[in-house]
């Protein structure tokens, strides 16, 4: 009762990092999940914001995509290096193959895994990301999944984003981890 480290069995020696598509809930799980296991929290896209001192629809329109994942790398780099947290990172960030291999490497990374009709809702409530800034969004979205799904399955954990509200997605995570690190010991 005295000690609130007991409520749950998360390891939190290596920084815990969300991946998957634009809209799986990445950033509002990720909060929350930090709140609850005691880390800190950061956003990856938010950091980059930071960094460039303008907004990511605006790198890549004035830089282009490229130039925006070479930041987001060396964002994401720094923000590891730094100690254990809770990282939320944009939907492209595990597909570069850089920052794929040190998230793998020097985290424990979860796949926030969700259907189409979950990404569409939720993307489609707001116009500020850039790839789905085309004629046909919802085969832009199609697209990327087919795309970034085999890779997103490389990461170490994958939990399910669908319509639960987002503690029991947080939960999930919270037992995904646990189980991991339990398995770890034997
Ligand atoms: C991107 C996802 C965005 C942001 C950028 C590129 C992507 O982040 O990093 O627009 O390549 O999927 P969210 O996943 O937080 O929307």
């Not at 799904?149 to 994958?158: D, K, N, S, V």
Request: overall charge negative; charged content about 25%.
């Amino acid at each position: 009762m005295k000690n609130v480290k007991t409520d749950h069995n998360v390891p939190v020696d290596r920084s815990i990092v969300l991946v998957g598509m634009m809209g799986a809930g990445k950033s509002a799980v990720g909060r929350q999940l930090a709140q609850r296991i005691g880390l800190p929290f950061a956003d990856a896209d938010h950091e980059i914001e930071q960094a460039a001192d303008c907004s990511v629809a605006e790198i890549f329109e004035q830089f282009g995509e490229e130039y925006f994942r070479a930041g987001e790398r060396r964002v994401i780099a720094r923000l590891v290096e730094a100690g254990p947290i809770v990282l939320a990172t944009g939907g492209g960030a595990f597909i570069d193959p850089a920052t794929r291999a040190l998230l793998l490497e020097q985290t424990i990374t979860v796949w926030l895994n969700a259907e189409f009709d979950v990404l569409w809702e939720r993307v489609s409530k707001r116009s500020h990301r850039p790839l789905l800034r085309t004629q046909d969004p919802q085969g832009t979205l199609r697209k990327l999944m087919e795309e970034r799904y085999p890779i997103y399955e490389q990461a170490h954990l994958t939990v399910i984003s669908d319509r639960a509200p987002k503690e029991q997605t947080v939960l999930r995570v919270m037992e995904a981890l646990s189980a991991q690190s339990e398995s770890g010991k034997e």
